[in-house]
């Protein structure tokens, strides 16, 4: 696609279930973020794949929360048992790989936790 | 530590009334400095990149400058589809230099 892909645009679950959220970069980008924005906060990082590299996860808050990128594209975060506090928008963003050029980033996903 | 502060928190201007917006920062070694523009619902949109002190670029009526210690993000005559949310980042060479450090963002808002 032309752009980077999240999915889904919402999601709405109670507090204790496990929930997935899924991102598409733009193809051919090595590089891939996931990051949480909250109401009031600064973007969050959480966890960053580049190419066949071990991932850099020092920004996930707990252990709840694990991502994995399959075949170097797709990204998928999973949040376990989750929480009140786990509400947010979950940003996925992909660049071409040198750290110094931009992200570019997906719509995201706005989860709720009830 | 690493941090960026952006100011001000809000601003409201007429359409065509030129104004700035400020992100102050402090990193070990400046990577790059990143302009992104935020719409309500939507992710960040890539604006500018800035590597170095006297660097400035442009795209329609923004302009994006900087010095050692801050950045400035000017409007000229600004429109309404110029209202979002103006969000800054930095990456810098010392610690975790794969993270962005971001600013809370400037909400701009342009009345016709």
């Known amino acids: 696609g032309a752009g980077v892909s999240q999915s889904p645009s919402n999601k709405v679950t109670e507090k204790g279930k496990d929930v997935e959220l899924r991102c598409d970069p733009i193809?051919?980008?090595?590089?891939l973020y996931w990051y949480r924005q909250s109401l009031g906060q600064g973007l969050e990082f959480l966890i960053y794949?580049?190419?066949?590299?071990?991932?850099?996860k020092s920004g996930l808050p707990s252990d709840r929360f694990s991502a994995e990128r399959t075949g170097g594209s797709v990204s998928t975060l999973t949040i376990q048992r989750t929480q009140q506090e786990d509400s947010a928008v979950y940003l996925c963003?992909?660049?071409?790989?040198?750290?110094?050029?931009?992200?570019?980033f997906g719509q995201g996903t706005r989860l709720t936790v009830v | 530590e690493d941090q960026v502060t952006q100011s001000p928190e809000a601003l409201r201007l007429q359409e065509g009334e030129s104004s700035s917006l400020n992100c102050s920062y402090t990193?070990?070694?400046?990577?790059?400095l990143f302009w992104y523009r935020q719409d309500p619902g939507k992710g960040p949109e890539f604006l500018f990149t800035?590597?170095?002190?006297?660097e400035e670029k442009e795209k329609e009526r923004l302009k994006a400058t900087l010095t050692k210690k801050e950045s400035f993000l000017h409007i000229t005559a600004p429109k309404p589809e110029d209202s979002a949310t103006y969000l800054c980042?930095?990456?810098?060479?010392?610690?975790?230099?794969?993270?962005?450090?971001w600013g809370l963002g400037t909400s701009l808002a342009v009345n016709p």
């Open positions: 794949f580049q190419g066949n590299s071990a991932p850099d």
């Open positions: 980042a930095v990456r810098g060479y010392a610690g975790n230099n794969r993270k962005l450090i």
């Open positions: 800035l590597y170095s002190a006297g």
């Open positions: 990193v070990s070694g400046l990577r790059g």
């Open positions: 193809s051919g980008h090595t590089a």
């Open positions: 963003a992909s660049s071409a790989g040198n750290m110094n050029t931009e992200a570019f």
